[in-house]
């Protein structure tokens, strides 16, 4: 078995990677973290990024509103990490747990492309991302994870770096770190 760390960076132009975290081991809760070393600072300054989370009917575009179940949820990404956020929609500042039947996995799509129909900055809206609006053009929903997927497959190569389980964070000893507390929160299944 490899660590999630282990696996090879691509270099290769017009890919996206796609990563799968089994995010049940986390759940109930309000929020979770991941590492995801393949976020670069090259990576956060420089390529659209998605987030979908895996429900039993559904991947649902992050961030997003569930009305339906009373939450709404944030992604925050950062050099090595991302971090998910579950809010009331009443408020939307109390924590909502999200129940364990709910949610299975994450799925990131990192998009590595210099195609003018792929690159755009994801962070600048629906409405005036490149992106956004080529895939509005093109009859491509955005929130609707395979159409994404289907569209960006036919203008660049899938990389699946693979399907990696998020496991509960242990808590560290307030003495020296051991060589257990150092091991990685995520392993790479079979």
């Not at 009305?67 to 971090?83: E, F, I, L, R, T």
């Not at 994450?106 to 690159?119: E, H």
């Not at 895939?135 to 693979?162: P, R, T």
């Amino acid at each position: 078995m490899r660590s999630h760390e282990d696996t090879p960076q691509s270099s290769t132009q017009n890919t996206v990677e796609l990563l799968s975290f089994d995010i049940r081991e986390q759940l109930p809760g309000w929020s979770f973290t991941l590492d995801v070393p393949q976020i670069t600072e090259n990576i956060l300054r420089n390529n659209p990024i998605l987030f979908y989370l895996e429900s039993e009917n559904s991947c649902l575009k992050l961030p997003l509103n569930n009305p339906a179940m009373g939450y709404k949820v944030n992604v925050y990404k950062n050099v090595g990490k991302v971090y998910v956020t579950f809010k009331s929609i009443k408020d939307g500042v109390s924590n909502f747990y999200v129940p364990t039947w709910h949610l299975k996995k994450l799925k990131v799509l990192i998009i590595k492309s210099d195609d003018s129909r792929v690159n755009g900055n994801w962070e600048t809206g629906s409405n005036t991302s490149m992106i956004h609006k080529n895939l509005k053009k093109s009859g491509i929903n955005i929130n609707d994870y395979e159409d994404v997927l289907g569209y960006v497959s036919n203008i660049a190569s899938i990389d699946f770096k693979g399907h990696f389980i998020a496991k509960m964070p242990t808590k560290k000893s307030l003495g020296s770190l051991s060589s257990k507390s150092k091991e990685h929160t995520l392993c790479h299944s079979a």
